[in-house]
């Protein structure tokens, strides 16, 4: 009796122990987490798939012209809303802070049930500096402007202590407002700092002080990161660098060529310094996610004619050596090539997140893509306010990937994921998964040939997988060069619901090919499960 007793208090204190831990985790900030093979984004303590949208640029200036949108975002399937908060409207008199449109989109979002990501447009937005307050714009003198080919043009130099002071402490601002009043709700899971950043019209600044500061020596703490880093850096400036000696002494163009991608280098590391300074700065008031984004370049394209000092992918170790404060590196992607831009950007631990893209039937597609072969936390198509028909392409890709979300997050750790987009350029993929080669291509059935398809697939257990998508078809390998050939046993249609498998039809005959194939038709998304069996 006597050792029951004690047996008793110590349960308790177990199981307060556990509430306490939980509780805690619940109450931490949206972060960043490495979880096996993947980064996540944990929000309340799980990882969060953003299934979002970016507004225009001044729907979220006005709260009466945003309350009827929510619902209809909400309706879309969409979870998180990317709109802009601006340093005009927080801080329109110097020293004087106005939180009540910040407040009033918490509370909309809220009451919608869906998260933020804020866009903090301050210094920077598309190039050019339209969203500074009337105060900065005015002072020339205080908050000097890029000269371009000779003239000084409406875009402040990231390389003057004052803007960026006067940005940071704005900035700071803000996130400890956004602490004060979301610490406990986590409403706004991310930050952007500033928006496609770089020169536009010339590819770096021209003034008197930005010549001087070009002709001085290359910072010491960026050619060590360069040679720290070497094997890792990006093939173009790992080319460009070594072409001119691996040189770690010597004014930028000694050291990077004395061409215009030297100069692409030197505004990179201007604007990296500025906003590292200006993340970390907010960092310091309220620490969740921050990120920059990137106005994308052709492959080929002259620095002036897309934003010269972005973070695009083969000056974004620049931005690294840089400092540390922001978490990661986002593309705006336009591009035709979805794939390849997001594996530029998906490499040597920087996570996918698409902050702008596409929506429509391109979104459909490419967000399976994304979260699927390049595990994304998230995708948020711009002006996703166009279109907010809840039968359209995106928002049936949104509430499928919403029901598979846990799931699905879960195999991105494992790394037992693939996605894939098919066309007939590209009509079939493989890829190895779960001890099979994993043959994927374009549906076809009695004469008919699907135009493009579009899903992922997830290993689930031995033998046993789980597919969601449209137009394309499945067959199975052993990896092994001999052995036994391999069969269907089964197909089943189905749905998640609330994380619980509903099953649906048992499909066979012309679904499956007559056993042939694993199909998902292009008449509509499907979610399908499929056990193998071996045939000696």
């Known amino acids: 009796m006597q050792s029951r007793s004690c047996t008793l208090p110590i349960l308790f204190l177990l199981a307060s122990f556990q509430i306490v831990v939980v509780s805690a985790q619940q109450n931490a900030a949206p972060h960043l987490e490495k979880r096996g093979a993947a980064i996540q984004l944990i929000v309340d303590g799980k990882p969060f798939l953003i299934l979002g949208g970016e507004l225009h640029n001044s729907s979220s200036s006005n709260l009466e012209y945003m309350k009827p949108l929510w619902p209809q975002l909400a309706a879309m399937g969409l979870n998180t809303v990317v709109t802009p908060l601006s340093w005009e409207l927080i801080e329109p008199t110097e020293g004087t802070y106005d939180f009540a449109l910040a407040d009033g989109l918490l509370a909309q979002a809220r009451e919608s049930h869906q998260r933020i990501v804020f866009l903090w447009l301050a210094s920077w937005k598309n190039g050019m500096s339209s969203y500074a307050p009337d105060w900065v714009k005015r002072d020339t003198h205080r908050f000097p402007r890029v000269v371009a080919k000779g003239v000084e043009i409406e875009l402040l130099s990231p390389a003057v202590a004052a803007t960026e002071q006067a940005d940071a402490r704005a900035f700071a601002a803000l996130m400890q407002h956004i602490k004060q009043v979301d610490s406990r709700d986590h409403t706004v899971i991310m930050m ?82 500025f906003a590292h300074a200006v993340t970390a700065a907010g960092k310091a008031a309220y620490n969740i996610p921050m990120y920059v984004n990137t106005w994308l370049a052709e492959n080929d394209a002259e620095p002036g004619t897309f934003p010269s000092g972005g973070p695009e992918p083969w000056v974004v170790d620049i931005w690294r050596a840089a400092g540390s404060a922001l978490d990661f590196y986002a593309p705006d992607l336009y591009a035709p090539d979805f794939a390849l831009w997001s594996q530029r950007y998906h490499r040597d631990g920087n996570p996918l997140f698409m902050p702008e ?28 306010e166009d279109d907010m028909d809840p039968k359209q392409d995106l928002a049936l890709s949104y509430h499928l990937l919403s029901q598979l979300a846990p799931a699905l997050l879960e195999e991105q750790a494992t790394g037992n994921v693939h996605g894939f987009l098919l066309d007939k350029a590209h009509p079939h993929v493989d890829f190895a ?27 689930t257990g031995p033998d046993q997988f789980l597919g969601s998508g449209k137009g394309f078809r499945v067959t199975f390998k052993l990896e092994l060069t001999t052995g036994p050939r391999v069969g269907i046993a089964s197909v089943d249609e189905g749905r998640f619901e609330l994380g619980k498998w509903i099953p649906g039809r048992r499909l066979n005959g012309d679904e499956n090919d007559q056993g042939h194939y694993w199909r998902f038709d292009p008449r509509h998304l499907h979610t399908e499960k499929v056990k193998l069996y071996s045939i000696q």
């Open 357 to 384: 893209t596409r929506g429509g039937s391109p979104g459909a597609a490419n967000v399976f893509y994304a979260v699927g072969q390049e595990a994304g936390f998230g995708f948020c198509p711009f002006a996703i």
């Open 433 to 459: 998964m779960g001890g099979y080669t994993v043959n994927v291509s374009l549906d076809e059935i009695f004469g008919f040939h699907s135009e493009s398809g579009y899903g992922l697939i997830m290993a």
């Open 192 to 273: 952007q700092i500033e928006n496609e950043v770089g020169v536009l019209g010339d590819s770096r600044d021209r003034s008197a002080a930005a010549d001087r500061a070009f002709a001085s020596p290359v910072p010491a703490e960026l050619t060590r990161y360069l040679k720290a880093h070497h094997d890792l850096l990006y093939p173009r400036l790992r080319e460009l660098w070594d072409q001119n000696g691996d040189k770690i002494n010597g004014s930028w163009s000694e050291v990077f060529g004395n061409t215009s991608r030297a100069d692409e280098i030197y505004m990179a590391w201007q604007y990296a310094r």
